[in-house]
């Protein structure tokens, strides 16, 4: 069997200027409705006890998407018409029979601070990961060679 000969190659650092430029930037402002306005979170169980029919609609103050559901959803049968999202129903009543409004802000918002810290969990700190820290994981080359 032929020698497996090991090519390595130097580890580089940085500049912490071009770094920030090149740091992923989250794909949703909201991680409670993912930009919906429909809340979507997995961590919902915290603040819902058992499955609720109705999708919550999202409360959070910052939430673009979430206000224009709450605005399409009081406003009145009069002003619908100017209202895109209310356009499919044709009475505020049927537009308020699909969501559930109980869902507090401080939830909405705990919702979106717990999927936004997943999230740079799962994809912002892999870029830092020390390579010497995981090489004990790896197969080591003299075993490889040896079978
Ligand atoms: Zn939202």
Redesign the pocket.
Known sequence: MENLKAVKIQAVKIDPSVKDSIEPQPPYK?F??F?S?IVSSVYLSAFVEGKNDLPFL?A?RT?E??KRFFAAYSVTDEKRRVCALTEDFTTQAQFQAQFDTRLAATS?EHLHTWGLEAWQKAYKNPRSIDVSKILGVMPKLDRAQRN
């Open positions: 909201c409670c409705c930009d306005g999202c959070r939430c998407t979430g909405c």
